[in-house]
């Protein structure tokens, strides 16, 4: 049974970090895609970034990139995102997701409905 479990979020002041934790379950990450998104209160889930392990790539949508870092450890089954230089506007649930790669190769950020699995997501406040 695939689980995702989002951690790690809270509440930050303009220009801080933090550092969101996925921890999944259920699957090997040589299978699946996971991804970071986030949806805000009466706005669209956007894709954050998507990681591969078999074909050792991640890639990033184009707002995110070079603040937002995405990592994995998968010896614990783990990826994390690493947000540097947070502004107000990056405040949303965040969520990570998983969807099994069969034959198809990732050549960016898959869009939400790219996705199967779902965590519940965690809380990203940031402050002005």
């Known amino acids: 049974e695939v689980q995702l479990v989002e951690s790690g979020g809270g509440l930050v002041q303009a220009g801080g970090s933090l550092r969101l934790s996925c921890v999944a379950s259920?699957?090997?990450?040589?299978?699946?895609?996971v991804g970071w998104f986030r949806q805000a209160p009466g706005k669209e889930r956007e894709e954050i970034s998507t990681?591969?392990?078999?074909?050792?790539?991640?890639f990033y949508s184009d707002s995110m990139k070079g603040r937002f870092t995405m990592s994995s450890d998968n010896a614990r089954s783990t990826v994390y995102l690493q947000m540097n230089s947070l502004k107000p506007d990056d405040t949303a649930i965040y969520h990570c997701a998983a969807e099994p790669l069969m034959g198809r190769k990732i050549t960016g950020a898959l869009a939400p409905w790219g996705y199967d699995y779902w965590g519940q997501g965690t809380q990203v406040t940031v402050s002005s």
């Open positions: 990681f591969s392990k078999r074909d050792g790539t991640t």
């Open positions: 259920g699957f090997s990450f040589d299978d699946y895609a």
